[in-house]
């Protein structure tokens, strides 16, 4: 070996390969290497791939090399690594040498495995170097390497199948390729019809030689096995002509129905179809996939891994198929839907869901739009022949039949896809598809209605729907009721029925309708129901039909948003059923949240097509839904109003642009309306006529919502004049609300809507108009006047830049006069400008408090201090939504100045220096923010200081990461607040120590560990406000992350005991849960069912929870109860599943109860709407069953368990008193204290004195007046002694046995000893000893019945 001595290139890579391995092998192939690189020094030669080839070659070549084993095996592999390296030239020129030498080696240690794989590497690099037009020479060593690729070793019959691929892939393109190809096709001749000739000599065979007979099919199995093996490698590198003979070989192997054998044929196949590199013609591909799907043999349904392996097989096929030549794929496409869609309803879950995806990605890859044109071509036509689509579409629509009712939701998520696919394109083609899952349908509806239960319940009908729900977004709404239509007014004319059911799955599902379509048939519709309901509702015996025409109305006005979503007739449409709609509006006050709805969201929509598309004028200057999201904060404020998708590639511009000009053309008609509506609605319902404003206000025109805003500010002004002189309202002035404050809140309310389309100069008069109510003490203008300004500040960053200095003094003015209920909107507002302070180009403020030397900096940081103190004084405010308000705030807030400042790269040298008399901002933004909450703790108030600390801990619980650094100076300052009188403080402290534990890494609360509990523990003996037990959660939780023995080690002497109790409850609940574990799972550690019942936690994937500062700390039995909740649920569900495999093992679903004795029409369409119904039923039983074992809740919502299995003991005993007449026990319901011990369970007389006595109200003997030994035996009742026949005995010297009492006739039992089964010879004779005594006893009582039978004749 070389030593010490550096080795570069391929030696080194060997080298570093080997050196450090202990295998005897790999010391050898370094001693051969060393040895090696000595001869090439010694020839002056440079260790080049060229130089070490030729050293090893000549050195193999020796007779004595080849010799052993070992040292040809590392020459081997010292040559494989160079080989890859050596230039094809010099192989060609020294190839026959070469591959003479390989093979002596590969014959000679043809047991060596080692040896053997090393020179089969070597061999396949060589082959590979052949000359392109001299085939000859590599013949024999390919052949060597394909009779290898099938030898019973595994690891060398892998090595062989790869220098195949090596030496395929390196002939790809060459006129040597079609010889490697034919060599290939030679073995596998021999090969693979070895199974089947085996099989035939078998059955040919004589019972002598069966055994013989068997052995060489197994054998032939094997090798078979292992040369599809190396089909499914090197199959796709073959020549084309090869391809046919050699998939009519694996063709063959199917009838063998060889599990095995057939799921590798099946793969090799598979690559055979698949593979974009082969070179098969669409013709032969075409041709080999219909001979694979005319393979019945193949398609065994009880093998699932053959089933998969084969719907892959035709899935990859067709699709390769399709990019080869179309119009094949489309002929041959239908075959493969007929093979694949009975296996939907397998009993396989996976094999229905894999062939569920398979036929899903067949319509998404191979029905083109050629095919569907054709097929609908050729049906307007009246062609006889089926095209191949419409062939397609039949055979789905038959999966929707009773025959495959086991897999209808496969085959229903097939049906969606379908559908979707023929778009409106192919809808006449989907008539049929369409009547299926309407029967569906509506048969789960029928179930809906009798069984008072949701729809969404039946798993079927919900796919079903959805199924239905991608016909009508693909095909449109019209195409579907065309097929289906409503038939509500045949309907209520008693001649037709009604399909109901279809109007929300409208209104679900339309997307990109025609407006017109809606005017022109719902419409009208709508328009009769509403006569028609008003018509009924004048007689006094049609109130039912007047409200079912009137609910039936009021859905179809609903579909009106669903035909407005990206409707692209909008400018046609609007402008001709504009003014009916203006008129139900205003007549109609039912309908106008409908008809808002409906109108934000095309002016929404086509807003955002506009802004899309780079469109800036005309689209107003702020988000609209910027109002929507401010009023949903209020609870009492709702709106129906959805906020656009994603803009469709059909919206172009061009669309947008017209119906954006109709819109804005009836502007004028439609905001009076608006208007008028608002305010004379109440307060709560403003929600939906503000979206539908503020929507229409962005695309107004500029005079026109002038206009509009003008009369609203006047009107707000008039209000307040009006209230200032005391002067009462009259005429308009008493519209939007009783009081001066309601009319205030509605008109500003009403300005705040058209905000969005406002510029500059409208925005400063709504802003002037708003800021007296800023100082009102009135709430509810006080709350409206800030909801307006935070909507200024959130959405006008130009106007809030350029009365920066103006909206500072506002807010820092009304810090005192600020309002609870205000306090939301308020910090929203300190929010905007806050971040514009700290921004780098914020604009210039000045203050009166300020130092007049003071600099712009100063100023700012000033402002945004006082205002950061306001927030964290809000995280303790009583209205709980300004408390999660504040906490919401803090949180962002420091996300964006994190964002805007973020902190510098790790400081060094002389950067560390300057550190001091950097900017705040030298270490971010979030350290900034930091700060100024850290100043808080040094307050004058305890209130103060305590909001800190709350601040704080929800800043550390966000970015505990990011502040890691500050927290040795945090905690330290933190913890000394603990020995403070204040309890506020420390109960926010615990809080803070809390949250400090569960978010810091574990070293750093290691650390810092020994302080903590110093602090924490100060207060465990502390009971008021739950401190004591506050500190006990605090200790677990560092228990439960540090582990006990770590704080054990830092814990005071006199407090060791609350962490050996908190051990011991830890132990004591893990012991409890593994035993009610083990207990539900009947043994078994493991739930069959849910797995384990526990949640992990971790920090990064918790959330805040804001009750860490409550008094509520029970955590542990918080914990209890949601696991043992969990628990429960698990059991439900184990329980559930069992019934449904009962439910199956019986039979399936079933069929109704009106079919059990007729027979069933399997091709009537209504078929399938009973048998969903059925199923449906069926499923609310279930569910109802399921709901039965929940427990009960009392008047008081407290949980009533029922003891079940006393209950069940109960009934049992119960039960034996109302036994058949030929029960066991009639011989003794008359004895004395008989009724008693069976109602109590006895079974027997055993227990009949003592129950006797109970009755009687005092103990039988050996009994107690406490109970407490009730049970105890006595020798009346001593074991087995109640049935010897001793009660039976005549008294008072008398001889024979008595009636007596019992009235039945003398008996005597021998008692079941549970000794007679001990192995104990000494146990067994003390069993019998009863045995002989009973035996005894009979012989001596019939000697004495025989002597005094003869004596009385």
């Given at each position: 070996?070389?030593?010490?001595?550096?080795?570069?290139?391929?030696?080194?890579?060997?080298?570093?390969?080997?050196?450090?391995?202990?295998?005897?092998?790999?010391?050898?192939?370094?001693?051969?290497?060393?040895?090696?690189?000595?001869?090439?020094?010694?020839?002056?030669?440079?260790?080049?791939?060229t130089t070490l080839f030729a050293a090893l070659m000549s050195s193999l070549e020796k007779s004595e090399t080849q010799a052993s084993a070992q040292v040809a095996g590392a020459m081997c592999t010292v040559l494989a690594s160079v080989l890859g390296r050596v230039p094809a030239q010099i192989l060609r020129s020294r190839f026959n040498a070469s591959v003479q030498i390989m093979q002596s080696i590969v014959e000679q240690n043809d047991q060596q495995a080692g040896t053997l794989r090393a020179a089969l590497a070597c061999l396949s690099y060589i082959t590979a170097a052949v000359n392109p037009t001299e085939w000859a020479p590599a013949l024999r060593p390919f052949t060597l390497l394909l009779r290898y690729?099938?030898?019973?070793?595994?690891?060398?019959?892998?090595?062989?199948?790869?220098?195949?691929?090596?030496?395929?892939?390196?002939?790809?393109?060459?006129?040597?390729?079609?010889?490697?190809?034919?060599?290939?096709?030679?073995?596998?001749?021999?090969?693979?019809?070895?199974?089947?000739?085996?099989?035939?000599?078998?059955?040919?065979?004589?019972?002598?030689?069966?055994?013989?007979?068997?052995?060489?099919?197994?054998?032939?199995?094997?090798?078979?096995?292992?040369?599809?093996?190396?089909?499914?490698?090197?199959?796709?590198?073959?020549?084309?002509?090869?391809?046919?003979?050699?998939?009519?070989?694996?063709?063959?192997?199917?009838?063998?129905?060889?599990?095995?054998?057939?799921?590798?044929?099946?793969?090799?196949?598979?690559?055979?179809?698949?593979?974009?590199?082969?070179?098969?013609?669409?013709?032969?591909?075409?041709?080999?996939?219909?001979?694979?799907?005319?393979?019945?043999?193949?398609?065994?349904?009880?093998?699932?891994?053959?089933?998969?392996?084969?719907?892959?097989?035709?899935?990859?096929?067709?699709?390769?198929?399709?990019?080869?030549?179309?119009?094949?794929?489309?002929?041959?496409?239908?075959?493969?839907?007929?093979?694949?869609?009975?296996?939907?309803?397998?009993?396989?879950?996976?094999?229905?869901?894999?062939?569920?995806?398979?036929?899903?990605?067949?319509?998404?890859?191979?029905?083109?739009?050629?095919?569907?044109?054709?097929?609908?071509?050729?049906?307007?036509?009246?062609?006889?022949?089926?095209?191949?689509?419409?062939?397609?579409?039949?055979?789905?629509?038959?999966?929707?039949?009773?025959?495959?009712?086991?897999?209808?939701?496969?085959?229903?998520?097939?049906?969606?896809?379908?559908?979707?696919?023929?778009?409106?394109?192919?809808?006449?083609?989907?008539?049929?598809?369409?009547?299926?899952?309407?029967?569906?349908?509506?048969?789960?509806?029928?179930?809906?209605?009798?069984?008072?239960?949701?729809?969404?319940?039946?798993?079927?009908?919900?796919?079903?729907?959805?199924?239905?729900?991608?016909?009508?977004?693909?095909?449109?709404?019209?195409?579907?009721?065309?097929?289906?239509?409503?038939?509500?007014?045949?309907?209520?004319?008693?001649?037709?029925?009604?399909?109901t059911w279809l109007i929300p799955l409208l209104r679900q599902h339309v997307q990109g309708a025609h407006l017109a379509y809606w005017g022109s048939e719902l419409l009208p519709l709508a328009r009769a129901l509403g006569s028609r309901a008003a018509l009924a509702h004048q007689s006094p015996g049609r109130q039912v039909e007047a409200q079912q025409c009137r609910a039936l109305e009021l859905q179809l006005w609903n579909t009106l948003q669903s035909f407005c979503s990206w409707a692209l007739d909008t400018s046609t449409a609007f402008r001709s059923y504009a003014k009916g709609i203006g008129t139900a509006f205003e007549k109609r006050q039912d309908l106008r949240v409908i008809i808002c709805n409906a109108?934000?969201?095309?002016?929404?929509?086509?807003?955002?097509?506009?802004?899309?598309?780079?469109?800036?004028?005309?689209?107003?200057?702020?988000?609209?839904?910027?109002?929507?999201?401010?009023?949903?904060?209020?609870?009492?404020?709702?709106?129906?109003?959805?906020?656009?998708?994603?803009?469709?590639?059909?919206?172009?511009?061009?669309?947008?642009?017209?119906?954006?000009?109709?819109?804005?053309?009836?502007?004028?008609?439609?905001?009076?309306?608006?208007?008028?509506?608002?305010?004379?609605?109440?307060?709560?319902e403003h929600n939906s006529y503000g979206s539908a404003i503020a929507a229409y206000a962005t695309i107004a025109d500029a005079a026109t919502l002038s206009h509009f805003f003008r009369e609203v500010i006047k009107r707000l002004l008039k209000v307040g004049e009006d209230e200032a002189a005391g002067v009462p309202a009259i005429g308009v002035a008493r519209e939007g609300g009783a009081t001066p404050t309601a009319r205030k809140c509605t008109y500003m309310e009403l300005a705040l809507c058209l905000a969005p389309g406002l510029d500059v100069n409208g925005v400063s008069i709504l802003y002037k108009a708003a800021k007296p109510s800023l100082q009102e003490r009135d709430q509810a203008a006080q709350k409206?006047?800030?909801?307006?300004?935070?909507?200024?500040?959130?959405?006008?960053?130009?106007?809030?830049?350029?009365?920066?200095?103006?909206?500072?003094?506002?807010?820092?003015?009304?810090?005192?006069?600020?309002?609870?209920?205000?306090?939301?909107?308020?910090?929203?507002?300190?929010?905007?400008?806050?971040?514009?302070?700290?921004?780098?180009?914020?604009?210039?403020?000045?203050?009166?408090?300020?130092?007049?030397?003071?600099?712009?900096?100063?100023?700012?940081?000033?402002?945004?201090?006082?205002?950061?103190?306001?927030?964290?004084?809000?995280?303790?405010?009583?209205?709980?939504?300004?408390?999660?308000?504040?906490?919401?705030?803090?949180?962002?807030?420091?996300?964006?100045?994190?964002?805007?400042?973020?902190?510098?790269?790790?400081?060094?040298?002389?950067?560390?220096?300057?550190?001091?008399?950097?900017?705040?901002?030298?270490?971010?933004?979030?350290?900034?923010?930091?700060?100024?909450?850290?100043?808080?703790?040094?307050?004058?108030?305890?209130?103060?200081?305590?909001?800190?600390?709350?601040?704080?801990?929800?800043?550390?619980?966000?970015?505990?990461?990011?502040?890691?650094?500050?927290?040795?100076?945090?905690?330290?300052?933190?913890?000394?607040?603990?020995?403070?009188?204040?309890?506020?403080?420390?109960?926010?402290?615990?809080?803070?120590?809390?949250?400090?534990?569960?978010?810091?890494?574990?070293?750093?609360?290691?650390?810092?560990?020994?302080?903590?509990?110093?602090?924490?523990?100060?207060?465990?003996?502390?009971?008021?406000?739950?401190?004591?037990?506050?500190?006990?959660?605090?200790?677990?939780?560092?228990?439960?992350?540090?582990?006990?023995?770590?704080?054990?080690?830092?814990?005071?002497?006199?407090?060791?005991?609350?962490?050996?109790?908190?051990?011991?409850?830890?132990?004591?609940?893990?012991?409890?849960?593994?035993?009610?574990?083990?207990?539900?799972?009947?043994?078994?550690?493991?739930?069959?069912?849910?797995?384990?019942?526990?949640?992990?936690?971790?920090?990064?994937?918790?959330?805040?929870?804001?009750?860490?500062?409550?008094?509520?700390?029970?955590?542990?039995?918080?914990?209890?109860?949601?696991?043992?909740?969990?628990?429960?649920?698990?059991?439900?569900?184990?329980?559930?599943?069992?019934?449904?495999?009962?439910?199956?093992?019986?039979?399936?679903?079933?069929?109704?109860?009106?079919?059990?004795?007729?027979?069933?029409?399997?091709?009537?369409?209504?078929?399938?709407?009973?048998?969903?119904?059925?199923?449906?039923?069926?499923?609310?039983?279930?569910?109802?069953?399921?709901?039965?074992?929940?427990?009960?809740?009392?008047?008081?919502?407290?949980?009533?368990?029922?003891?079940?299995?006393?209950?069940?003991?109960?009934?049992?005993?119960?039960?034996?008193?109302?036994?058949?007449?030929?029960?066991?026990?009639?011989?003794?319901?008359?004895?004395?204290?008989?009724?008693?011990?069976?109602?109590?369970?006895?079974?027997?007389?055993?227990?009949?004195?003592?129950?006797?006595?109970?009755?009687?109200?005092?103990?039988?003997?050996?009994?107690?007046?406490?109970?407490?030994?009730?049970?105890?035996?006595?020798?009346?009742?001593?074991?087995?002694?109640?049935?010897?026949?001793?009660?039976?005995?005549?008294?008072?010297?008398?001889?024979?046995?008595?009636?007596?009492?019992?009235?039945?006739?003398?008996?005597?039992?021998?008692?079941?000893?549970?000794?007679?089964?001990?192995?104990?010879?000494?146990?067994?004779?003390?069993?019998?000893?009863?045995?002989?005594?009973?035996?005894?006893?009979?012989?001596?009582?019939?000697?004495?019945?025989?002597?005094?039978?003869?004596?009385?004749?």
């Open positions: 070996m070389m030593g010490d001595a550096p080795v570069e290139g391929v030696a080194g890579e060997i080298y570093a390969k080997h050196r450090n391995s202990t295998q005897p092998e790999s010391h050898q192939v370094c001693a051969i290497l060393g040895a090696v690189l000595e001869v090439v020094q010694a020839e002056g030669l440079q260790p080049t791939p690729s099938t030898d019973a070793r595994p690891k060398v019959r892998k090595r062989a199948q790869y220098s195949l691929v090596d030496v395929l892939a390196a002939l790809q393109g060459t006129p040597a390729l079609q010889g490697a190809s034919d060599a290939v096709l030679k073995v596998c001749e021999i090969i693979l019809p070895g199974p089947e000739a085996a099989a035939r000599a078998a059955a040919a065979a004589s019972n002598k030689k069966r055994n013989e007979a068997e052995a060489a099919i197994a054998d032939a199995v094997s090798r078979a096995l292992h040369m599809l093996g190396s089909l499914k490698q090197i199959v796709s590198l073959l020549a084309g002509n090869v391809v046919g003979p050699l998939s009519k070989m694996l063709l063959k192997l199917y009838v063998l129905r060889q599990p095995m054998l057939s799921r590798s044929t099946t793969d090799c196949l598979e690559m055979l179809c698949s593979s974009k590199n082969l070179h098969l013609g669409s013709a032969a591909l075409g041709e080999l996939l219909q001979q694979v799907l005319q393979q019945e043999a193949a398609w065994d349904r009880k093998d699932t891994d053959l089933m998969l392996a084969l719907t892959s097989l035709i899935e990859s096929g067709f699709t390769r198929l399709h990019e080869l030549d179309a119009s094949a794929c489309a002929l041959r496409l239908p075959q493969a839907f007929h093979s694949l869609l009975p296996q939907l309803c397998a009993e396989q879950e996976g094999v229905r869901f894999g062939t569920q995806q398979a036929l899903k990605n067949l319509i998404h890859d191979c029905l083109d739009e050629g095919m569907v044109n054709t097929a609908v071509s050729r049906g307007s036509m009246g062609s006889s022949a089926m095209p191949p689509a419409h062939n397609i579409v039949v055979a789905v629509a038959n999966t929707l039949t009773v025959r495959y009712q086991d897999g209808w939701i496969n085959a229903l998520s097939v049906a969606g896809e379908l559908l979707e696919k023929l778009g409106s394109d192919g809808a006449p083609l989907a008539e049929g598809l369409l009547l299926r899952l309407g029967e569906m349908c509506a048969g789960a509806s029928d179930a809906a209605e009798e069984e008072n239960m949701d729809e969404g319940s039946n798993k079927v009908a919900l796919a079903a729907q959805n199924a239905l729900g991608q016909a009508i977004r693909a095909m449109g709404p019209q195409a579907v009721l065309q097929v289906l239509p409503l038939g509500l007014v045949e309907a209520l004319e008693g001649k037709g029925e009604a399909r109108l934000a969201t095309l002016c929404l929509q086509n807003r955002k097509a506009l802004k899309a598309a780079g469109v800036t004028e005309g689209v107003g200057y702020s988000d609209p839904s910027g109002i929507q999201q401010s009023n949903a904060d209020d609870e009492e404020e709702q709106s129906d109003v959805v906020l656009p998708s994603e803009v469709p590639s059909h919206y172009d511009l061009q669309t947008a642009q017209a119906n954006t000009q109709v819109l804005k053309d009836f502007a004028k008609n439609w905001l009076p309306l608006l208007f008028n509506a608002f305010i004379a609605t109440d307060s709560q409206k006047a800030y909801k307006l300004v935070a909507y200024i500040c959130e959405h006008r960053p130009d106007f809030l830049r350029t009365h920066c200095q103006d909206m500072t003094d506002c807010l820092l003015a009304g810090v005192v006069t600020s309002m609870s209920a205000a306090k939301r909107y308020r910090l929203r507002c300190l929010k905007a400008l806050i971040l514009l302070l700290q921004s780098n180009d914020a604009p210039e403020i000045h203050m009166a408090q300020t130092l007049q030397d003071a600099g712009q900096t100063e100023t700012r940081q000033q402002v945004v201090g006082s205002m950061v103190s306001e927030i964290i004084l809000c995280v303790k405010e009583v209205n709980q939504k300004t408390r999660t308000a504040a906490y919401e705030l803090l949180v962002s807030l420091a996300r964006a100045m994190h964002e805007q400042h973020p902190p510098p790269l790790p400081a060094t040298g002389q950067d560390m220096d300057m550190e001091a008399s950097d900017s705040m901002h030298s270490r971010g933004g979030l350290h900034t923010l930091f700060s100024m909450v850290l100043g808080g703790l040094v307050a004058a108030t305890p209130h103060m200081v305590a909001a800190t600390v709350m601040a704080l801990a929800r800043l550390l619980y966000e970015f505990a990461g990011p502040l890691e650094y500050m927290v040795d100076d945090l905690l330290p300052a933190v913890l000394a607040l603990l020995r403070t009188k204040s309890r506020e403080v420390v109960k926010a402290v615990l809080g803070f120590v809390k949250v400090a534990a569960m978010r810091l890494p574990v070293p750093v609360v290691t650390v810092h560990l020994k302080a903590i509990l110093d602090g924490i523990l100060l207060w465990s003996a502390d009971t008021k406000n739950q401190f004591k037990l506050k500190v006990r959660v605090v200790v677990e939780r560092l228990a439960r992350r540090l582990g006990y023995d770590a704080v054990a080690e830092n814990i005071p002497e006199e407090h060791r005991k609350l962490l050996t109790h908190i051990r011991k409850e830890k132990t004591r609940k893990l012991r409890e849960d593994k035993a009610e574990k083990m207990e539900m799972d009947g043994g078994d550690a493991k739930s069959k069912f849910g797995g384990s019942t526990k949640r992990g936690r971790t920090a990064g994937g918790s959330e805040w929870d804001s009750q860490v500062f409550s008094d509520d700390e029970a955590e542990a039995d918080v914990r209890t109860k949601l696991g043992d909740a969990t628990l429960s649920g698990a059991t439900r569900n184990a329980r559930t599943a069992g019934k449904s495999a009962k439910s199956m093992a019986r039979g399936g679903k079933g069929l109704p109860r009106e079919m059990e004795g007729n027979p069933l029409d399997l091709l009537d369409a209504g078929t399938s709407r009973k048998m969903v119904k059925h199923a449906a039923a069926r499923g609310a039983a279930a569910a109802s069953a399921e709901e039965e074992d929940d427990f009960e809740h009392g008047d008081d919502g407290k949980i009533i368990v029922q003891d079940e299995e006393a209950q069940g003991k109960k009934r049992r005993r119960n039960s034996h008193l109302d036994d058949s007449d030929d029960s066991d026990f009639d011989d003794i319901r008359h004895v004395h204290g008989a009724k008693a011990a069976l109602r109590e369970g006895a079974g027997s007389i055993r227990y009949a004195a003592t129950e006797g006595a109970k009755s009687r109200g005092r103990s039988s003997a050996g009994g107690s007046v406490g109970g407490r030994s009730m049970g105890a035996r006595t020798s009346a009742t001593a074991k087995g002694s109640q049935h010897s026949g001793d009660r039976f005995k005549a008294r008072k010297g008398a001889k024979g046995d008595t009636k007596g009492a019992s009235k039945v006739e003398p008996y005597a039992y021998w008692p079941l000893d549970r000794k007679m089964l001990n192995r104990r010879a000494g146990k067994q004779a003390a069993a019998k000893k009863g045995l002989e005594r009973v035996v005894k006893a009979a012989k001596t009582g019939a000697v004495k019945g025989h002597k005094a039978k003869r004596r009385r004749t």
